[in-house]
């Protein structure tokens, strides 16, 4: 039993199509892995590489672990190894970063085997230095195997995604998630950690371990209670403006589908599929007082505000015009 199918197990369909390239010797110059936040994907690149670097593989196409060029990937002092990632969580991969690699690519590989650059996120490469990359991968040099990693397939250019072999990685089933996160010793909220993660398992795990559960609660309120004029608009929006922005990208992703619940209960149809079933009376209370079409018109201003978080957007003015739109709708 290879590491991703004890830790992993989801990932054994996507690990057993890997590995097919290495028996079978008909391994892609460039590899695009794709699939949501919080499914492993890394980790999966990772396992890639250390097989395709590994001295002496086992027959299963498993890194054996203990020859010099396993030893160096455990320590993360692989001399034909490359990681090329932003600085900083939400930076860009600037073009000199993607020159110096190109550069050292050049150069043979010190081992026998492969040479492996996995570059994660794929699409915070901006627009120069995906040029600048695509050169080189248009014309890879010898033994080296490109693996591209993104939640976001659609913002890499065509001429990128073009050029290499894809691999999706699908969300687990629910059951699946439930079982795995009991193992990891998460007993309790495991159907709403999952549904706050969309069935993501390692994102689950991330949120029941530093308190998501309790931030959702908390923003809800806030929230609900400004529809009834009970909070200050201005003290909402400087508490969300300082969350961190993994978190706001979670508050954004809340707020659509609490709108959206919302809109799904206007219907009052007995087989409608709500998302936040843990907020199905306040949310029913929200939908008797609320317009429709306002509520569209919200909906499409929330997923506008979730496309332009990350630009230059002032996040304080961002929250502000969330919650007057609220504040308005709720008015009416």
Same mark, same amino acid.
């Given at each position: 039993?290879?590491?991703?199918?004890?830790?992993?197990?989801?990932?054994?369909?996507?690990?057993?199509?890997?590995?097919?390239?290495?028996?079978?010797?008909?391994?892609?110059?460039?590899?695009?892995?794709?699939?949501?936040?919080?499914?492993?994907?890394?980790?999966?690149?990772?396992?890639?590489?250390?097989?395709?670097?590994?001295?002496?593989?086992?027959?299963?196409?498993?890194?054996?672990?203990?020859?010099?060029?396993?030893?160096?990937?455990?320590?993360?002092?692989?001399?034909?190894?490359?990681?090329?990632?932003?600085?900083?969580?939400?930076?860009?991969?600037?073009?000199?970063?993607?020159?110096?690699?190109?550069?050292?690519?050049?150069?043979?590989?010190?081992?026998?085997?492969?040479?492996?650059?996995?570059?994660?996120?794929?699409?915070?490469?901006?627009?120069?230095?995906?040029?600048?990359?695509?050169?080189?991968?248009?014309?890879?040099?010898?033994?080296?195997?490109?693996?591209? #990693?993104?939640?976001?397939?659609?913002?890499?250019?065509?001429?990128?995604?073009?050029?290499?072999?894809?691999?999706?990685?699908?969300?687990?089933?629910?059951?699946?998630?439930?079982?795995?996160?009991?193992?990891?010793?998460?007993?309790?909220?495991?159907?709403?950690?999952?549904?706050?993660?969309?069935?993501?398992?390692?994102?689950?795990?991330?949120?029941?371990?530093?308190?998501?559960?309790?931030?959702?609660?908390?923003?809800?309120?806030?929230?609900?209670?400004?529809?009834?004029?009970?909070?200050?608009?201005?003290?909402?929006?400087?508490?969300?403006?300082?969350?961190?922005?993994?978190?706001?990208?979670?508050?954004?992703?809340?707020?659509?589908?609490?709108?959206?619940?919302?809109?799904?209960?206007?219907?009052?149809?007995?087989?409608?599929?709500?998302?936040?079933?843990?907020? #199905?009376?306040?949310?029913?209370?929200?939908?008797?007082?609320?317009?429709?079409?306002?509520?569209?018109?919200?909906?499409?201003?929330?997923?506008?505000?979730?496309?332009?978080?990350?630009?230059?957007?002032?996040?304080?003015?961002?929250?502000?015009?969330?919650?007057?739109?609220?504040?308005?709708?709720?008015?009416?």
């Amino acid at each position: 039993m290879n590491d991703i199918q004890q830790s992993l197990p989801w990932l054994q369909t996507s690990w057993t199509q890997l590995s097919n390239y290495i028996i079978q010797n008909r391994l892609p110059q460039a590899l695009l892995i794709t699939g949501k936040k919080g499914l492993g994907k890394l980790k999966l690149a990772e396992v890639f590489a250390q097989t395709l670097l590994c001295i002496s593989p086992l027959p299963n196409a498993t890194a054996c672990g203990k020859c010099q060029s396993c030893t160096l990937f455990n320590a993360q002092t692989h001399p034909d190894y490359f990681v090329i990632e932003p600085e900083e969580e939400g930076k860009v991969i600037g073009i000199s970063v993607i020159r110096q690699l190109t550069a050292r690519l050049v150069l043979k590989p010190q081992f026998e085997s492969h040479r492996v650059v996995i570059i994660n996120p794929a699409d915070r490469l901006t627009n120069a230095s995906a040029n600048a990359f695509l050169k080189f991968l248009e014309e890879p040099t010898e033994r080296t195997c490109l693996v591209l #990693i993104t939640d976001k397939p659609s913002t890499l250019p065509a001429t990128i995604t073009s050029r290499c072999q894809q691999l999706h990685i699908s969300v687990p089933d629910v059951k699946l998630s439930k079982t795995w996160l009991k193992q990891q010793g998460i007993i309790e909220n495991n159907d709403l950690l999952c549904m706050l993660s969309q069935g993501a398992p390692l994102l689950a795990k991330r949120f029941a371990d530093n308190s998501t559960i309790k931030l959702r609660t908390e923003c809800f309120n806030n929230w609900s209670k400004l529809a009834d004029s009970e909070e200050s608009l201005i003290s909402i929006a400087e508490q969300w403006q300082k969350l961190d922005k993994t978190e706001i990208d979670l508050l954004l992703f809340w707020l659509i589908t609490w709108v959206m619940d919302i809109i799904k209960l206007k219907y009052q149809q007995k087989s409608i599929k709500i998302v936040n079933q843990d907020l #199905i009376i306040n949310l029913q209370e929200m939908a008797g007082k609320l317009d429709l079409k306002g509520l569209y018109k919200y909906y499409d201003h929330l997923l506008l505000s979730q496309q332009r978080f990350g630009t230059q957007l002032n996040k304080q003015l961002m929250f502000e015009e969330i919650l007057i739109l609220w504040t308005k709708l709720n008015s009416r």
